[in-house]
């Protein structure tokens, strides 16, 4: 290799841990919500301490490291959606009726996309590859200990200790089990999938496994679409003899998902309207038609309502909190990442990650409908989420070289 060659290499992979930050940084969010107990009731002022502190501590590595510390621009219309979407959260907290909690968290937000910027300019295919393996590997053991600890046969996870809800627990565990597909040794990875899905059966959370399953058919499509069609052909015969063996043996089924899921129980059941959803999505609906346009203020609705804890959906929490110019730029926001990963993740060298990335997002929109927030930065799930959803500016037609070495980094807007 001759000197510019070296100097090349230097500069488009720069000797750093990013890598590795990136994985620790997911982990970390989570054991901080584990180990602080900050899903208890509705958090206060401490709670965003505990979780800021393990939301912000890469900006410092960022500062020290040869990692870029002012990240890459988003494209045009990135760049007045992120903007709009800011303002409106600023402005709807001096309208909130807990003003400093909404404003500690609109700060908290505004850093984490910033720090998701960061990461996709610095990160390259491979150091995304390994943040995830690491991110799967040690939250699995988090999982698994916790598990352990908490789990009392015959109730949810999470409800044994009450440290956390088993809808978050849930939560967490869906990035888990999607981040997993990162690794490349089948087994490993099957082991991973296979403790992860176990820990999720615990908690009874039938939106995270739909969300799972979405995850999973998209990354799963977009990766064996690369191989051509033969490959799609076979598995979709294996699909059809899965999906006939289901109609079969239609009953035991049923029963087995309705022991595990409680299908037919008063309280969660199909009848129970979403698990008594519905009324808090009424009342949320009602607070946005009270506040179009500039909304109750950021994380906010849930001490307006006047049923349930929270909204439990992320699309209405948003739309009541911000109005509907800060739901549309943030929904702009996340169309606009998600265009980049579709395009992304049809290439057949560089697909890998996005494939994951998207499979993760369109799983997780999916879940906002029964989640309290839609863009959140308290675990690691909406973090990765956030990840995804923010790509810097690039360029549709890039050099092969490029495409190789500066995933998802590459110069020069053409797309929005």
């Keep these: 290799m001759t000197e510019m060659d070296d100097t090349f ?30 899903d208890a009731g509705r958090e206060a002022i401490m709670s965003i301490v505990w979780i800021g502190t393990a939301v ?23 760049t007045v959606a992120a903007l709009l979407f800011g303002a409106f959260s600023v402005l709807s907290s001096f309208f909130s009726p807990v003003a400093l909690l909404s404003a500690g968290y609109v700060v908290l937000t505004l850093l984490g996309l910033w720090l998701a910027l960061q990461f996709n300019t610095n990160l390259d295919a491979e150091q995304y590859e390994q943040g995830l393996k690491i991110f799967a590997v040690m939250t699995t053991g ?23 809800n088993p809808n978050t627990i849930a939560l967490v565990s869906t990035s888990v089990f999607v981040a997993a597909m990162a690794i490349r040794t089948l087994a490993l990875r099957l082991v991973v999938m296979g403790v992860v899905a176990t820990v999720m059966v615990l908690t009874s959370s039938r939106a995270a496994a739909i969300a799972v399953l979405i995850a999973l058919t998209v990354t799963g499509w977009l990766r064996l ?53 519905l009324e808090a999505w009424k009342w949320t609906w009602e607070l946005f038609l009270h ?29 009541a909190e911000l109005g509907l110019i800060g739901f549309l730029a943030i929904a702009c926001l996340i169309a ?49 989420f956030l990840l995804a959803v923010m790509q810097p500016q690039w360029d549709a037609d890039p050099l092969p070289e490029e495409d190789e070495l500066a995933f998802p980094v590459i110069e020069d807007s053409t797309v929005g």
């Design 9 to 38: 290499f230097d500069e488009t992979h720069p000797r750093s841990w990013v890598g590795l930050v990136l994985g620790v940084w997911l982990t970390g969010v989570f054991a901080a919500s584990l180990f602080g107990r900050l």
């Design 56 to 78: 912000m501590w890469p900006l410092v590595y960022f500062m020290v490291s040869r990692c870029r510390f002012v990240p890459d621009s988003l494209s045009f219309i990135g």
């Design 142 to 164: 988090l999982l698994v200990g916790f598990a352990w600890y908490d789990y009392v046969p015959g109730t949810r996870l999470g409800t044994g200790k009450n440290i956390l």
């Design 225 to 277: 679409r690369s191989h051509g069609r033969p490959v799609l052909l076979f598995v979709g015969i294996g699909l059809l003899v899965v999906a006939g063996t289901v109609v079969m043996y239609g009953g035991q089924v049923y029963e087995t998902l309705d022991r595990l899921y409680s299908l037919s129980t008063v309280d969660r059941g199909i009848g129970s309207g979403a698990s008594g959803r």
């Design 291 to 319: 506040n179009p346009f500039i909304g109750v203020g950021f994380r906010a609705h849930e001490f307006l309502l006047r049923v349930d804890s929270s909204s439990h959906n992320g699309y209405l929490a948003t739309l």
């Design 336 to 384: 606009r990442g998600l265009q980049i990963l579709w395009v992304r993740a049809q290439e057949p060298e560089g697909g890998f990650i996005p494939s994951l990335l998207l499979g993760l997002s369109v799983g997780y929109l999916f879940l906002a409908v029964f989640e309290r927030y839609l863009i959140n930065v308290g675990n690691p799930t909406s973090l990765l």
